[in-house]
Nanobody, 126 residues
Framework: QVQLVESGGGSVQAGDSLSVSCAAS????????LAWFREAPGKEREFVAA????????SYADSAKGRFTISRDNAKNTVYLQMDSLQPEDTAVYYC???????????????????WGQGTQVTVSS
């Protein structure tokens, strides 16, 4: 089992960059694939990016490609999401999620993840 705590959200201007982090408890962090999702007011939770247990593979939603970068540091039990060229439509609560397994699968649906953080708010103003 793993517990996830996000941090680093905030309010920025369009075009700015922001990095959010997710710290995990437990000694088996490296056995989990990780992902970032986001949920805007009135919208369903949507996939942003995912990374395999080793960090060797990652995938992105079309809206994130070229602007966002997911990474992880297994020694620090932390996953990161670097967000560049932020736009108002990126405004949402950002959640990290984990699924157990040392696979190369990169699921992009929320039901495929077992553990979730409480979320961190990212607000981008124009």
């Amino acid at each position: 089992q793993v517990q996830l705590v996000e941090s680093g959200g905030g309010s920025v201007q369009a075009g700015d960059s922001l990095s959010v982090s997710c710290a995990a408890s437990g000694r088996t962090f490296s056995s989990y694939g990780l992902a970032w999702f986001r949920e805007a007011p009135g919208k369903e939770r949507e996939f942003v990016a995912a990374i395999t247990w080793s960090g060797g593979r990652s995938s992105y939603a079309d809206s994130a490609k070229g602007r966002f970068t997911i990474s992880r540091d297994n020694a620090k039990n932390t996953v990161y999401l670097q967000m560049d060229s932020l736009q108002p439509e990126d405004t949402a609560v950002y959640y990290c999620a984990a699924r157990f397994g040392r696979t190369t699968i990169l699921p992009d649906t929320s039901r495929q993840y077992d553990y979730w953080g409480q979320g961190t708010q990212v607000t981008v103003s124009s």
